[in-house]
């Protein structure tokens, strides 16, 4: 069987969330809420409320940044490649750790270290989010010509800002985006203590 690599597992799960989540990569630091971290991110005005010109405009500007070839479509590929770039490049700038840094964390956080997944849940794995993938990649591509252009990408955004903007006026609140994103991701299980369960299905990113 061939060996699939956890930077691999990895790379596909982020093409997923890329296709599910507008703006999928948060500031480094600051609110651990996913939805204070996106709103700090995307409120780019800087004016307490999201629009959706700015969601809109971030949109497109990520869309540019996946066009590789910059012919003003979106392929599968050039996703998978896109996202493979940035993960390699988070990994290569992430700090390492002091051994000192080590022992302080397994002391406030135990020594807790996921399972190794065998090769078959590997495999399972993979074969799992390249389908959902596909799935999401052609849901998206309205017209099935095999690509994704600008505005079909964008209008991902557009839907799920109506979703997030409860009032309906117009703008989405701090309030709002956090409350859609812990609606969102609380439905996520912990294990014993507040642990996440581990396991193949577990790691798969939230629709």
């Given at each position: 069987m061939t060996k699939i690599s956890v930077t691999t597992l990895a790379m596909i799960s982020l093409?997923?969330?890329?296709?599910?989540?507008?703006?999928?990569?948060?500031?480094k630091g600051g609110d651990h809420n996913p939805g204070a971290r996106f709103f700090e991110m995307m409120d780019t005005n800087q004016d307490g409320k999201i629009s959706q010109s700015e969601v809109m405009a971030q949109e497109g500007s990520r869309f540019d940044e996946m066009d590789l070839n910059q012919d003003g479509?979106?392929?599968?590929?050039?996703?998978?490649t896109f996202m493979k770039e940035k993960h390699e490049e988070?990994?290569?700038?992430?700090?390492?750790?002091?051994?000192?840094?080590?022992?302080k964390m397994a002391?406030?956080?135990?020594?807790?270290?996921?399972?190794?997944?065998?090769?078959e849940q590997k495999a399972e794995f993979k074969a799992k989010m390249e389908k959902r993938?596909?799935?999401?990649?052609?849901?998206?591509?309205?017209?099935?010509?095999?690509?994704l252009s600008k505005e079909e990408f964008t209008s991902k955004a557009a839907a799920k800002f109506l979703k997030f903007d409860a009032d309906k006026d117009g703008s989405v609140t701090k309030e709002e985006m956090t409350k859609a994103m812990q609606e969102k991701f609380?439905?996520?299980?912990r294990g014993p203590k507040g642990g996440h369960h581990h396991g193949v299905e577990q790691q798969q990113p939230a629709e």
């Open positions: 093409s997923v969330a890329a296709l599910s989540t507008p703006a999928m990569a948060g500031p479509k979106l392929s599968l590929e050039e996703i998978k988070r990994m290569a700038n992430r700090p390492k750790l002091t051994e000192e840094q080590k022992q002391e406030k956080f135990g020594d807790h270290k996921r399972p190794e997944l065998t090769e993938m596909s799935a999401k990649f052609e849901r998206m591509d309205a017209d099935q010509d095999g690509s609380g439905k996520h299980k």
